[in-house]
Each structure stands twice: as C-alpha cells, then as structure tokens.
C-alpha cells in the first residue's frame, strides 16, 4: 500500500475550496507524536476553508485522519488565519 500524502491531500482539497489557489500553502510540522499539518490561505478565502460553523474545516480534518490511519500516523490540521 502506498504512504499517504496528506499534505497533497490537504493542498488539493483547499485549493479547489478556494477563489485565491496560487496563495495556498501547506506547511508539514513533525512532533515526536504528532504531524501538525499548517493551512495558509488568502485572507478573504479563510471562510471557505472554516466553514459555516467550522463544518468545513472539521471534514478537512477527518480526511487528514482518516488517510493517515493505515500506518498509524498522528496527524493534526490547524487552519493559520
């Protein structure tokens, strides 16, 4: 089975979220426990990204988790506003 990729995950997902995707970064950030994964996007793209409620951004992240799963990684996802 092949690694996951989250931060291409992510990236994909945002970018096709978004009305601004040239100014989407994802930054990778290794803990001893944890991959906290950073969403940097336009500033008038932070509610596409949030969601109404966070809805959006807690599917961001459940994709994040679910595609890290089979090989046991913890992973974070923090939206940077």
């Not at 990236?11 to 950030?29: F, G, Q, S, T």
């Not at 944890?34 to 990204?49: F, H, L, N, P, R």
Request: proline share 5%; hydrophobic share 45%; aromatic share 4%.
């Amino acid at each position: 089975m092949a690694e996951p990729r989250i931060a291409e995950l992510l990236d994909y997902i945002v970018r096709h979220l978004v009305d601004d995707p040239d100014a989407v970064e994802i930054a990778e950030k290794p803990g001893r426990r944890v991959t906290v994964y950073e969403i940097s996007c336009a500033q008038s793209d932070w509610g596409k990204v949030i969601g109404r409620e966070g809805r959006i951004a807690n599917a961001i992240r459940t994709l994040a988790k679910a595609a890290a799963t089979p090989t046991g990684e913890h992973v974070a996802v923090e939206i940077m506003t």
